[in-house]
C-alpha cells in the first residue's frame, strides 16, 4: 500500500514537514491542530520572504503528547497545540533568521537555541513577545549573539568577575 500524499499548507511548507518525527510515535494532529498548523506554515511563509527567499529547515513541528513526552519537551510546549516549530536557515546565518522574525513579528516566543543550531519561534495567540536565548545556564532574556555563526561549538565568553 502507498502512503498518501501530504498536502502542502502553503506554497513551500507541507503538513508532513511540520508533523514528522523520528519516534515511531503516531502524532498525526486533529482537525483544530492542522488549522493551526496552516497558520503557522502561512507565519513561515512571511519569515522566509524576509530572508531573501531561502529556504528554513523545520526540525520540530506539531508534537502529539507521546512524541512530546519521547523528546523531552514541556508539558505547556507550545508544539502540543500545533503553533511552534524549531526551524533554521538554509545557507544563511542565524541572525538573519532571527531578524527575519523580529521584522515579521506577532509572535509568542522567539527562542534562540545556539548549541542545536534553531530558533523556536511560536505563534500562540498569547502574543506575549518573549525573546530569549538558551544558554548552558538555561534560559535568559534577549539573544545572546555568541553563537551567531554556528561555528562549531564556540563557548560563550566567561561572565565577567
Not at 523545520?58 to 512530546?68: E, K, L, Q
Not at 519521547?70 to 503553533?83: D, E, N, Q
Not at 541572525?95 to 509572535?107: E, T
Request: hydrophobic fraction near 35%; charged fraction near 25%.
Amino acid at each position: 500500500m502507498t502512503e498518501p500524499k501530504l498536502p502542502l499548507l502553503t506554497r513551500h511548507f507541507s503538513l508532513a514537514e511540520l508533523t514528522v518525527t523520528n519516534t515511531g510515535l503516531d502524532n498525526w494532529p486533529s482537525d483544530v491542530i492542522r488549522a493551526r498548523l496552516r497558520q503557522l506554515a502561512q507565519y513561515l511563509e512571511q519569515v522566509r520572504e524576509r530572508c531573501g527567499g531561502r529556504a528554513l529547515i523545520i526540525t520540530s513541528g506539531y508534537r502529539s503528547t507521546a512524541v512530546n513526552r519521547a523528546v523531552g519537551g514541556s508539558p505547556t510546549s507550545a508544539h502540543l497545540k500545533g503553533y511552534a516549530a524549531d526551524i533554521r536557515i538554509h545557507r544563511g546565518l542565524d541572525s538573519d533568521l532571527i531578524g527575519a522574525i523580529r521584522s515579521v513579528g506577532g509572535f509568542d516566543q522567539l527562542i534562540y537555541e545556539p548549541s542545536r543550531g534553531i530558533v523556536h519561534v511560536s505563534i500562540d495567540p498569547r502574543q506575549r513577545g518573549q525573546v530569549k536565548t538558551l544558554t548552558a545556564r538555561g534560559y535568559v532574556n534577549g539573544i545572546d549573539n555568541w553563537g551567531w555563526h554556528r561555528d562549531g561549538g564556540r563557548k560563550p565568553p566567561s561572565p565577567s568577575r
